[in-house]
């Protein structure tokens, strides 16, 4: 008998994406065993949809939480609780309420891959249908364009991520005080640094995921601060720091957090101004170890 496959799927204010991939994970060809929705709005709309969706899966659980933690929160708090019941041969999918499957037998494939390497003896901890490896020099992450399953350094919350249980209750779930951005590249590096594998099962072109796959362009303009970049810049600087890569942390912070805005001041004073300070901001809690909602995100469609 195959382990038991559960999922976490965070929702936040997508009330309409959280209907449609409620109904995907109904048409997929595996069933979950447990499916945890963390719901960071607490929404009456999402207790509706989920009571609705009692036959997604043979447990399905609606976990409000008091406040937005964002996504690190969120996934951290349904790790936990499917930690309360689930064995460690087990795994669990973490899913993201806006980006759901394209075919309906993805989370079999995936499932089949992380089957076939433990199968083979690999102390396999996580694997996605996509990954990246990190360049210990720059710190950039490098999409991994394979079509075979292929050792990586984390897989992407947007990959569809499976993770095994067993794993994650050895060295436990990602810190929630993130808040926003890049938790799934600390999840994957806490499970290296414990002596599990990470992997991309290879499956982004054929099962319709390169698009999210594939890292954007990245410009050499200016464009006015967000509250994204900002959690982005101080968590990478933070992670990086915590894994002992002082030079991606310092990298990082010189080219992406100065060299950038000060580039563009003469150009665009006004809006390089105010991306320096906010970057100068995420630099020092990063540095500093200042975690949590620190930047309000402001109203979410």
């Known amino acids: 008998m195959s382990p038991a496959l559960h999922g976490i799927l965070v929702t936040y204010r997508r009330h309409d994406d959280l209907a449609r991939y409620l109904d995907v994970l109904r048409g997929q060809t595996v069933r979950l065993e447990r499916l945890v929705v963390v719901d960071n709005e607490a929404s009456p709309v999402v207790a509706d949809l989920v009571r609705a969706a009692a036959d997604v899966a043979e447990r399905v659980d609606h976990l409000l939480m008091p406040e937005n933690t964002g996504p690190a929160g969120a996934i951290a708090a349904g790790m936990g609780e499917l930690l309360t019941t689930a064995g460690d041969d087990e795994w669990m999918f973490l899913l993201d309420d806006d980006d759901p499957p394209v075919r309906d037998d993805t989370l079999a494939a995936i499932a089949a891959v992380a089957a076939d390497l433990t199968a083979r ?5 996580a694997v996605g249908a996509w990954g990246a490896r990190l ?28 993770y095994r249980v067993g794993a994650l209750r050895r060295v436990g779930v990602g810190p929630a005080e993130l808040f926003f951005g890049f938790d799934d590249l600390e999840l994957g590096l806490r499970l290296r640094a414990g002596g599990f594998t990470v992997w991309s099962a290879g499956l982004a072109a054929v099962h319709g995921l390169g698009g999210s796959a594939r890292p954007g362009r990245v410009s050499g303009r200016v464009t006015p601060p967000t509250w994204r970049r900002y959690y982005s810049l101080r968590n990478l600087v933070w992670i990086y720091r915590r894994y002992g890569l002082v030079v991606p942390a310092l990298f990082v912070s010189v080219t992406a957090g100065l060299l950038k805005p000060l580039v563009n001041l003469p150009f665009s004073p006004r809006v390089a101004g105010r991306s320096l300070r906010q970057n100068m901001s995420a630099l020092r809690d990063g540095w500093s170890g200042r975690l949590g909602r620190s930047v309000d995100p402001g109203p979410v469609r």
């Open 121 to 125: 003896g690999d102390d396999c901890g």
């Open 135 to 162: 360049d210990r020099w720059t710190g950039r992450l490098r999409f991994v364009p394979d079509t075979d399953p292929v050792e990586v350094d984390y897989v992407s919350g947007n990959s569809l991520p499976l």
